[in-house]
Structure formats: structure tokens, C-alpha cells
């Protein structure tokens, strides 16, 4: 891969910015006042993987959130903000889960390397491996044990969104919002559907359940 010096980074702004304007002079006039987005993506920071470029969508469309393996933890004051400013001043009307095959953060969570501070960051999913335990150990290839840890791992996200009070106060207001779980391959640059769509507090457990 080319080395790119931070210099240049300026340059590719320079051309991108030309471009844009060249292909619709009035682009960057319609996103300087306000966003609009209908979709809150919450993605793995993998390089690999860039939110607008893989539904291809504009600056503006989609409001992204991403880090290590696609977590949504409880205690997550960023995501949870993220997600709170996506829903209640955004109003988005779907948020996306969306994890990728292959995914370093699962494969590390697979194993047991100490991995310094990020193993804290890692217990989330080992939490879903633990839950998954004798699925994930009857599989024999360990690439194939990443991906459906992957999978896996995107479904209890989808329901971690689900259970915060920012999408149940939500619904419980009438507001249309479904959460869904993705998973995209690396191989052919195409996203699977997992069929895991939340839109009803009736699809939480009872446990999580908050009601007024």
C-alpha cells in the first residue's frame, strides 16, 4: 500500500472538495445549515469498512457512530449519547447495527491473549460467546467461528439499542423507529440482513422493560 503523508491528505480534500462542487455546485450550501439523516449507523472502526461508501449515500445522509466490533455497551456514555441525539433531535427513523466477517475485535474476543486494556473493551462479546458457547465450539474452522461469533454478536447489539430508555421512551411515544443487524463481507463488498428487526417494546424481554 502507498504511503500517504498527512500533507497530501490536504491535497485529496483540495481535489474531493473540487469535484464535488464541479458535479453539483450547490452540494456543500445544502449541508452547511442542517442534517437530516433517516438512518444512524453503528459500525466497526475497521478501515475496511466505511459507512456512506458501502449503502452509498452522500455527506449528510447517514449519521455514523463506529467502534472496536460494533459494541453497544450499557455503561457507553458515546454511544449512548450518539444514539440520543439520533433519536430524539435527528429522529432517525432507523438505526443499523452493522458488524463485518472476519472482524479483528471478534477474533480477538475468540481468544485468550491478554490483550492489555482493550480486554475490557472485548469482554462485551466474550459475554456473547459465553452465551453461545457450545454453538461456537462445535464448529471446527476458526474463521468460521469469528464469523458466527460476528453474526451473533450484531443480534445482541441489536438488542443492547433496543433496551436503552432513549428507543423505548421513543416508542412509547409513536415514533417510528426499527433497529436492525447487519453483517457485510469484506469478500464481495455486500451486506447480509440478519432478520433481527426490533421496532416494539413488546419484542424486549420483561426484564428490561421500562414503562411510565
Keep these: 500500500m502507498t504511503k500517504i503523508t498527512p500533507e497530501e491528505l490536504f491535497e485529496r480534500n483540495k481535489k474531493w472538495a473540487s469535484k464535488k462542487l464541479s458535479l453539483d455546485p450547490d452540494f456543500f450550501n445544502r449541508l452547511r445549515d442542517i442534517q437530516e439523516p433517516k438512518y444512524l449507523w453503528i459500525g466497526c472502526a475497521d478501515s475496511r469498512v466505511p459507512a456512506n461508501e458501502i449503502v452509498d449515500m452522500d455527506p449528510g445522509e447517514l449519521f455514523v457512530h463506529r467502534n472496536v466490533a460494533n459494541v453497544v455497551p450499557h455503561s457507553d456514555a458515546n454511544c449512548l449519547a450518539v444514539i440520543q441525539y439520533a433519536v430524539e433531535v435527528l429522529k432517525v427513523e432507523h438505526i443499523i447495527v452493522t458488524g463485518h466477517y472476519n472482524c479483528g475485535g471478534v477474533r480477538a474476543a475468540l481468544g485468550d491473549q491478554d490483550h492489555g486494556q482493550i480486554d475490557n473493551w472485548l469482554a462485551n462479546i466474550k459475554d456473547v460467546l459465553r452465551n ?10 476458526v474463521d468460521d467461528q469469528v464469523d458466527r461469533l460476528v453474526e451473533l454478536n450484531v443480534a445482541q ?56
Design 132 to 141: 453461545n458457547f457450545d454453538e461456537i465450539n462445535a464448529i471446527d474452522n
Design 157 to 212: 447489539q441489536v438488542k443492547n439499542v433496543a433496551k436503552t430508555s432513549i428507543v423505548q421512551n421513543a416508542w412509547r411515544k409513536g415514533q417510528e423507529l426499527t433497529i436492525h443487524g447487519w453483517v457485510y463481507s469484506l469478500q464481495d463488498g455486500l451486506i447480509r440482513d440478519m432478520n433481527v428487526d426490533m421496532n416494539s417494546i413488546d419484542q424486549i424481554h420483561p426484564a428490561y422493560q421500562i414503562h411510565t
